[in-house]
């Protein structure tokens, strides 16, 4: 049992910056694949940023491309996003999960490749 702990969220104005914290227990962390999703009111959760199994490659979804950074600290067993320039379409509930078990091949951006999920970060940017 994997349990993730997110933290960070808040209300923030068009332009500014907030960084999430995910804190996740298990012995082996760094070889998990780490991702964080987001949702909006009325719509599905969806990708924003992951790092690959054994942590070696990062993946962005096309609109936070090079306004949001994904990073992890092995020995705090915690992944970051660090997100800037936030706008308003950026609110959303923000979901840390972990992919522990490998099983091959896998799609990142799939909510079904992640076997754990925290309880979400609620994200309110203000225009």
């Known amino acids: 049992q994997v349990q993730l702990v997110e933290s960070g969220g808040g209300l923030v104005q068009a332009g500014g910056s907030l960084r999430l914290s995910c804190a996740a227990s298990?012995?082996?962390?760094?070889?998990?694949?780490m991702g964080w999703f987001r949702q909006a009111p009325g719509k599905e959760r969806e990708f924003v940023a992951a790092?690959?199994?054994?942590?070696?490659?990062?993946y962005y979804a096309d609109s936070v491309k090079g306004r949001f950074t994904i990073s992890r600290d092995n020995a705090r067993t915690t992944v970051y996003l660090q997100m800037k320039s936030l706008t308003p379409e950026d609110t959303a509930v923000y979901y840390c999960?972990?992919?522990?078990?490998?099983?091959?091949?896998?799609?990142?951006?799939?909510?079904?490749?992640?076997?754990?999920w925290g309880q979400g970060t609620q994200v309110t940017v203000s225009s």
């Open positions: 790092y690959s199994w054994g942590g070696s490659r990062t």
């Open positions: 999960a972990a992919k522990v078990h490998f099983s091959g091949s896998y799609y990142y951006a799939e909510l079904r490749a992640y076997d754990y």
């Open positions: 298990g012995r082996t962390f760094s070889a998990y694949a």
